[in-house]
């Protein structure tokens, strides 16, 4: 495993600057590896063999990336927005899945740890780097079971929208009485088209 | 084997020999016409008055020495040495024979080279069912004699000895109700574009034999996702039967993905027909994990029907085991299917 300061000097260049949310998911991803028994996240061993759904679609879901090299193109991470600051490492060799979720406590600790920093920020900041895991984090170990659809691999199935035409992969259609639409064909989408 | 001299005796010196002939009566007044004495029976002081009513003063009687045994006491002492673990028999011999019964309802086992050696003994025999079929309680397994009326007692001595070191030679195993788990695999049928045939199929093998169904997962042909699958399965089921992905197109993935999840592989492929791509495999805390290719969809009996009560009877099948099977692994695809009666898996 990188040094700290290695990855939060890696996931600052890659987020563009630095911040406590990033400085908490690089601490929240290096514990959770640690926790499902995986070292060298980025190795050939562990890069297939990894899944982290992120509760979160802030600065510290970047550091998970880096961290653990999983990435969303690669299926190997997942963006499940409860707007919690919760990761779920799950070992896919084992099925061991650990959620660690950054303490709320840890907020009001800070001035503990960062005492010379006097803007909140700045000491959030330091503070998440040396805070022991056990203030800044708490464990679960959880079950997942992921769909086989969203698992890396080649798409299982391709379908077209029988409304729109466009093509579907990995069983994201919906058959409403034996016809086969795309999501925002059935349900309505995030988008609504001119006229 | 040489039969013991015949000698002749009156009547009232023979009690305690063995006749060496069957003595009949005919009766003109009741028309009956039949056997009095067997050969072989035991003269007693009671049967001397029906013997000379039957108008016989002297008989043939076997002369039995020392270093000898009748037939019926000989019997009993092979039938106690055969029978091991589960196996019962009627202390009476009927006409020198005694039958060993299924004590419990299980699966059969014959220690087949124990048996071959104690019929080349001499003057005793057994003969049984073939060794790995179910069998019910009360159901006659094996049967065992001594040969001639009289037999050598070294003969009975040393087949009962070879007996007794092999544990008894036949023995029925009980078969385990394991929680089982079935995975079916295939795109074709998690995606719903084909209906799964394998679940109702294995279901009923299972369930016949006293097992149960916890659960029934669906994977796509993804290593992953049927690694996945195995990893669950093995928390919840003493057993796990795949269905799918045993052959050797690219998308047949199960063996990969059992020795993915950390399953040993005693055997992928079998020498048997129906069922060459099967595979047997176990996991470290010993759960086994069978994988049953498509011929399990298209012929009632494969190698499944001779390997799961094999694994449910507690075994753990080794890649001979498995080879083993190559005599007798030759389905013949009857029209009417009498298995277990027929030659199929019918090897040592």
């Known amino acids: 495993m990188k040094s700290l300061e290695e990855h939060l000097a890696e996931t600052a260049a890659f987020h563009g600057g630095d911040c406590p949310g990033q400085t908490l998911g690089v601490r929240l991803a290096r514990a959770g590896l640690e926790q499902i028994g995986v070292d060298e996240p980025l190795s050939d061993r562990w890069r297939k063999n990894i899944m982290v759904y992120v509760e979160i679609d802030r600065c510290a879901a970047d550091a998970l990336m880096i961290v653990t090299g999983c990435r969303v193109g690669k299926r190997t991470l997942k963006i499940v927005d409860y707007g919690i600051m919760a990761a779920t490492f799950i070992n896919l060799k084992t099925g061991k899945a650990v959620r660690v979720i950054a303490r709320e406590e840890a907020r009001s600790l800070a001035p503990k740890y960062a005492p010379e920093e006097t803007s909140k920020y700045e000491q959030q900041r330091q503070a998440y780097r040396v805070m022991p895991d056990e203030e800044l984090l708490s464990f679960e170990e959880v079950k997942v079971t992921i769909p086989p659809e969203d698992l890396p691999g080649s798409p299982i199935s391709r379908v077209a929208c029988e409304r729109c035409g466009d093509h579907v992969v990995d069983m994201r259609e919906v058959k409403i009485d034996g016809v086969t639409l795309c999501r925002p064909c059935a349900r309505g989408g995030y988008f609504t088209r001119g006229k | ?348």
């Open chain 2, 1 to 348: 084997m040489c039969e013991p001299d015949q000698i002749t005796v009156p009547v009232q010196e023979a009690v305690g020999l063995v006749l060496s002939h069957d003595i009949t009566e005919v009766n003109a007044r009741t028309h009956y016409k039949g056997s009095a004495f067997r050969r072989g029976h035991v003269i007693s002081e009671e049967d001397i008055p029906k013997l000379l009513d039957l108008g016989k003063e002297n008989l043939y009687v076997l002369e039995m020495t020392e270093d000898q045994m009748h037939e019926d006491d000989a019997v009993l002492m092979l039938a106690k040495a055969l029978a091991g673990e589960n196996a019962q028999f009627m202390p009476e011999p009927r006409e020198g024979r005694i039958n060993i019964i299924a004590g419990v309802t299980g699966l059969l086992k014959v220690d087949v080279e124990a048996l071959m050696r104690f019929n080349l003994v001499g003057e005793v025999m057994c003969a049984s069912r073939h060794t790995n079929t179910i069998v019910q309680a009360g159901d006659i397994v094996a049967g065992t004699r001594a040969i001639p009326l009289v037999v050598e007692r070294e003969l009975v001595r040393q087949a009962v000895a070879g007996a007794e070191a092999a544990g008894g030679i036949i023995s029925v195993r009980p078969l385990k109700a394991a929680r089982t788990a079935i995975i079916i695999t295939g795109n074709e049928v998690y995606t719903g574009r084909i209906d799964d045939a394998f679940e109702p199929i294995i279901r009923e093998k299972v369930e016949t034999l006293g097992s149960s169904i916890v659960s029934v997962t669906k994977c796509p042909d993804n290593l992953l996702a049927i690694r996945q699958a195995l990893l669950e399965a093995r928390e919840a089921a003493d057993l796990i039967v795949m269905t799918g992905g045993m052959s050797v197109d690219p998308d047949d993935l199960t063996p990969l993905a059992a020795r993915e999840a950390g399953a040993d592989i005693s055997a992928y492929g079998s020498a048997v027909l129906p069922g060459a791509m099967f595979m047997v495999s176990y996991f470290e805390d010993g759960t086994p994990v069978l994988g049953v290719p498509a011929c399990g969809i298209h012929h009632p009996r494969t190698i499944f029907d001779l390997i799961l009560p094999r694994v449910l009877a507690g075994e753990k099948i080794s890649g001979a085991d498995i080879a083993r099977l190559g005599h007798g692994g030759l389905c013949l695809d009857c029209p009417e299917c009498d298995f277990p009666v027929c030659p199929f898996g019918k090897s040592s």
